[in-house]
């Protein structure tokens, strides 16, 4: 059995993938797992990091830690002690040389390298708060109506346009997973729109789809991809990418995508690569799940423990349990 650990209003992400394979995956919300006096066997993995508090990180490292070590037949895959957030991790990918492009947090004040910009919040994932912006006079009138509008600085990065279209005006989003071990080429997103979000029904040609098709079956860009999720320190997730001038650019690493599974396409090359895709999907979940029966965990917390455990958060020692 495996189980997606979800913020609890991003329950949605892999129902479709629960109700498919009833009884080999489950959804369920930290809070729900934290309550549990008894956990079953299985293989965890610890999603939203991006959308984690400070002190969540902290909760939900240390539940990480004691799955960890719960024994024979328990999985966990994902530490949020060591997941980068987007502004850490689009800065590292910037000096490792692996981005062309880099971020800076406003509350920093730094004037970017290079034009054009937009500013997005690094807490999730959706679209940005501003369009592409092409000066510096440009991008401190939208700092100033942003604050206008009472949007903290904190929490919100200024990132550096990195495009570029693959045939006139389409662009395309290049989408790569990790699961466990397995990293592998997914799927790609075409829109004739530089921020790409969900795609457009039959928008690319043939040409494109058959060029799909062949990145799937070659496992194009996995060997940079694996280095990405490793400084990420992320072990489940899905890697957003574009290609620029011929290199991958990294835009971002959901680590609880949303997962739909291959439906009617009206491109049969398309609809093959869709199949292709999933199956990988699939054949990764399967290498990571537990293969020991399901029983009980000895206890977990006990809501003593848990309230303890608040304590010692709050006042900063952390005291090893007996």
Not at 114 to 138: A, C, M, W
Not at 225 to 237: K, N
């Amino acid at each position: 059995m495996i189980f997606f650990i979800h913020k609890g209003f991003q329950a949605f992400t892999h129902k479709k993938l629960e109700s498919l394979y009833k009884g080999k995956f489950q959804a369920g919300s930290y809070n729900r797992l934290l309550r549990r006096l008894y956990i079953p066997r299985g293989t965890y993995i610890f999603t939203d990091r991006e959308r984690m508090d400070p002190w969540e990180l902290r909760v939900y490292a240390r539940l990480y830690g004691h799955l960890q070590k719960a024994g024979p037949g328990y999985r966990v895959l994902n530490n949020p002690a060591f997941m980068t957030n987007r502004l850490e991790l689009l800065r590292l990918l910037h000096r490792e040389g692996i981005n062309d492009f880099n971020v800076y947090p406003v509350s920093e004040q730094l004037t970017p390298a290079r034009f054009p910009v937009f500013i997005r919040r690094i807490y999730d994932h959706k679209k940005p708060l501003t369009g592409l912006l092409n000066s510096q006079e440009e991008l401190e009138n939208a700092l100033k109506k942003l604050k206008d509008q009472n949007e903290p600085a904190e929490g919100t990065i200024i990132v550096e346009y990195c495009a570029e279209p693959v045939q006139d005006d389409l662009f395309r989003k290049i989408s790569v997973f990790r699961v466990g071990e397995q990293v592998f080429f997914y799927q790609t997103v075409h829109e004739r729109n530089w921020l790409i979000k969900y795609g457009t029904m039959n928008s690319a040609t043939d040409e494109l789809y058959r060029e799909e098709q062949k990145m799937i079956l070659e496992n194009t860009y996995a060997d940079t991809l694996h280095r990405v999720f490793d400084l990420a320190g992320i072990e489940y997730g899905r890697a957003d990418c574009g290609v620029v001038d011929g290199k991958i650019q990294v835009y971002e690493i959901n680590t609880n995508p949303h997962i739909i599974p291959p439906f009617p396409h009206p491109n049969p090359i398309r609809q093959k690569s869709m199949q292709l895709g999933w199956e990988k999907y699939m054949k990764a979940l399967a290498e990571i799940d537990t293969t020991e029966p399901h029983a009980p965990l000895a206890r977990r917390f006990r809501h003593a423990d848990v309230n303890n455990f608040f304590q010692r958060l709050y006042y900063g020692s952390l005291v090893k349990r007996q």
